[in-house]
């Protein structure tokens, strides 16, 4: 597996970090390898969206789930959103690349950080043990009690939170259905809309189908009321190719979807779950697929 090095040097590339010249996503994330043990991938690829807004994607030599996780920095803490899955054959980096980010700020006063979560499924949460009982930093729990207390989320799941981390206003409103602890997290400063595993460009699983449906409703509501550029969720599992969707499990997607979605995405995300008699055993678009999964 590649060290830290390779992401120590992708964070120091001046390429990588120039304020002014950075490119909104890059022409390609990590994707993996037809042979992971050749594969000179980083654990994480770093992607700075603006000057405080990063976007981490973890290798799918490392997880096949490859989940993307997202840092907000303001004036007196940062937000990390997800910590990832459990690397293969070794330990999570991820919070040597986070501090390198924040240790990169210069002579800025340091900054408490806040771990918190779209939901609390394992390729989500597995890395929050290397944040644990670390000085000036906050784990947020996964259950619904604990992400309702931590936000003040009282009217869960209706209503929704605010959370400022110094000049920078971040909204959390609750979505579970594919989850039952579930939220999205809205962030007017970079217009990002952080959806979790509630809507990405590939196969979105419900196990509760009337809280995901009422989820969907609120988001688009949500989204209709705020100016959104982008919607970001945790993973890229569809190729560019409409309905089309790679194996399950796959360490290698040389062709795979944008991880970006618009606004329009999560219309036809509403339009499908609205047309939907009940829970869908296997519902194919364009850019996702809805599949009810029967709780354990």
């Not at 120039?18 to 992971?36: E, M, N, V, Y």
């Not at 729990?141 to 929704?160: H, I, N, Q």
């Not at 952080?194 to 609120?218: E, H, N």
């Not at 989204?223 to 309905?243: K, S």
């Amino acid at each position: 597996m590649p060290s830290w090095k390779w992401v120590a040097l992708f964070l120091l590339w001046p390429g990588a970090v120039r304020a002014g010249s950075l490119p909104r996503f890059p022409a390609s994330w990590i994707h993996g390898a037809k042979d992971c043990a050749a594969n000179p991938d980083p654990m994480f690829q770093v992607h700075r969206y603006d000057a405080d807004t990063y976007i981490l994607r973890m290798s799918k030599c490392a997880s096949f789930e490859a989940p993307f996780l997202f840092l907000l920095i303001g004036k007196d803490k940062a937000l990390l959103l997800d910590t990832g899955a459990m690397p293969n054959g070794g330990t999570s980096t991820v919070r040597e690349v986070v501090r390198g980010i924040l240790d990169r700020r210069g002579g800025r006063k340091p900054l408490a950080l806040v771990v918190a979560h779209t939901h609390g499924h394992g390729d989500h949460k597995a890395g929050d043990f290397l944040f644990e009982g670390q000085p000036d930093c906050t784990v947020v729990g996964t259950s619904p009690e604990a992400v309702r207390d931590f936000f003040g989320l009282l009217k869960w799941p209706d209503g929704e939170a605010a959370f400022d981390l110094g000049g920078r206003v971040v909204t959390v409103l609750p979505l579970p259905g594919h989850e039952v602890a579930h939220v999205a997290f809205y962030d007017p400063k970079s217009r990002l809309l952080f959806t979790g595993d509630t809507l990405y460009p590939g196969l979105l699983t419900i196990r509760d189908w009337p809280a995901y449906q009422a989820s969907v409703r609120r988001l688009a509501a949500f989204a209709d009321r705020h100016p959104v550029d982008w919607i970001l969720g945790c993973h890229i599992e569809m190729t560019r190719r409409p309905r089309e969707m790679y194996p399950l499990e796959t360490t290698y997607q040389p062709e795979e979807h944008v991880l970006q979605l618009g606004k329009a995405h999560l219309t036809q995300l509403l339009r499908a779950v609205e047309a939907l008699p009940g829970p869908p055993p296997h519902d194919v678009h364009d850019e996702f697929i809805l599949e009810y999964v029967v709780p354990e």
